[in-house]
């Protein structure tokens, strides 16, 4: 059986959507922002500054702010920029993986051809 929606006194329509999606525009936002410092748009100190500033705006102001949509707002905006510090170390990692996993191949390959005696 279904219960009821309950909504929380004091929020908003905009407020519960960005409860809602919160996750997803954090991602889609870090995606875009992402793919901007691995082509070189934006330099990736710049990006590594704006989440400090970003993380501490959130932890100072965002999260005791009385408007859910600055505290939503302000969450997204941590979130992303964090997650897009993260994306060129995890382009260093998996490259480092497809490195590995070449020279693996390669060393079977020649084990496989110097194995070979005809």
Do not use: C, K
Not at 19 to 42: F, P, T, W
């Amino acid at each position: 059986m279904d219960r009821p929606a309950i909504i929380e006194h004091g929020s908003t329509r905009v407020g519960r959507r960005l409860r809602v999606n919160r996750v997803r525009i954090a991602l889609v936002v870090a995606l875009i922002e992402g793919i901007l410092v691995l082509l070189g748009s934006i330099d990736w100190w710049l990006v590594v500054l704006l989440a400090i500033a970003a993380v501490a705006l959130y932890v100072l102001w965002g999260r005791l702010a009385r408007r859910e949509e600055v505290r939503e707002l302000s969450w997204v905006f941590a979130v992303s920029q964090v997650a897009v510090v993260l994306v060129p170390t995890l382009a260093l990692v998996l490259t480092a993986f497809a490195v590995m996993a070449l020279v693996l191949i390669a060393v079977v390959a020649l084990v496989v051809l110097l194995r070979d005696r005809r």
